[in-house]
């Protein structure tokens, strides 16, 4: 089976380091899939889970943006933050969906509210991750 080196690193450190069959991200224009052998290409990721095939399973990695550079041998993430399924605290995710939702419903400015979608999406986010709900 041919592989790719993936590595997901963080303005706190590296997240995910590690070989899979395919990459699939989230980008700022919709869903991209990578293979080993990709030509050299670099692109903004947006909000999203970016999934690791490997043989028997898929690993999740929760984004919440930054910059996807792929060249044939190894894909570069680097992301506002990061998080795998196992280091996503699932509470506090609940309660930042909470909080987005209320700002949301305040609809004070377009800048709050702004936010609030954006807060929302990630926490959205990390709760499909944690549950593997992708
Ligand atoms: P919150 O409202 O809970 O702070 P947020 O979306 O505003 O969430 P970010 O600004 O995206 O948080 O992230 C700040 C830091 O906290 C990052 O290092 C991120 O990895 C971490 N983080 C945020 N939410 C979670 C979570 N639910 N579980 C684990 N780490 C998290």
Request: glycine share 6%; net charge negative.
């Amino acid at each position: 089976m041919k592989t790719i080196t993936v590595n997901i690193v963080t303005p706190d450190g590296p997240v995910y380091d590690s070989e899979v069959s395919m990459v699939i991200a989230v980008t700022a224009t919709g869903e991209m899939g990578v293979l080993p052998g990709h030509i050299p290409t670099v692109a903004p990721l947006g909000i999203g889970a970016v999934r690791l095939k490997k043989e028997n399973s898929t690993e999740l990695v929760a984004v919440s943006g930054g910059f996807l550079e792929i060249r044939p041998e190894k894909v570069t993430i680097l992301a506002q933050s990061a998080e795998t399924a196992t280091e996503i605290d699932l509470a506090r995710a609940q309660e930042s969906a909470k909080r987005a939702e209320a700002l949301l419903q305040a609809r004070k400015d377009e800048i709050d509210y702004k936010r609030a979608e954006l807060a929302l999406k990630r926490a959205m986010n990390r709760i499909n991750v944690y549950e593997g709900n992708i």
